[in-house]
């Protein structure tokens, strides 16, 4: 019970790493509001998961929307004291082919949808001494071939994590990243273009137990802990879960 007495806001909720990270902060006692784009799949989710659960439809790169989450934890409970964004977009392909659109859409939602959700509840986060924990990837640290738009979102909300951990460290707000390597997840799964050279992708891959995925279980282990008192001391984190990935 680790977050028992806790208000906490999960983006991404409907499935994956966001879903693990709202039942294990259901589990560990925290209160929740989880938001995805799938409502249906995230009302699904919230039914699943029990009570003190409220889904909302979110579109994390609609900064009206972000804010009416943050509205609704206030209205529902008085106040926010966990931010987890969680929600993200993949897309695998060739530089050539990563036209505008396709840029704009995934930095829209995996670090503009950061951003406002950051902007849209630091007040409540100042005033109760709360905390976020972002969800980047290795490949916010290190580069991924044919991966150029997502991998310069997630450079992004590591660099963001670290001017805000610094930003509002004297008010007592705690900001930190987790960058995992390959998760099983649905997102994953989708079939990448065929033009590419996927062994020179794998090369980034987990060196541990012969490149095994993370389960999203394992990603949601590491964001309980820094979303806990446990790591009162934790800011400014980029925190591998990647087996090795960004290692050497």
Known sequence: MRLEGKIALVTGAASGIGLAVAKRFAAEGAKLVIGDRN???????????GQGVTALALDVADEASCQ????????????????????????????ADVDRTRWDRVISVNLTGVYQMCRAVMPQLIERRGNIVNMASAAGLVGVPYNSVYTASKHGVVG????????????????NAVCPGGVDTPMLHEAPPENIDWQMVMRSASWLDSGAMATPDDIADAVT?????????ITGAAFTVDGGQTAG
Do not use: P, Y
Request: proline residues 0%; glycine residues 10%.
């Open 160 to 175: 963001l994590t670290r001017a805000l951990a610094l930003e509002f460290s004297k008010e007592g707000v705690r900001v």
């Open 225 to 233: 802990f820094l979303a806990s008192s446990e790591a009162r001391r």
């Open 39 to 49: 409502a249906a799949g995230v009302e699904d989710a919230a039914r699943g998961i």
């Open 68 to 95: 009416a989450m943050v509205d609704r934890a206030i209205s529902l409970h008085g106040g926010v004291d966990i931010l987890c964004n969680i929600a993200g977009v993949l897309d695998f392909g060739r530089f």
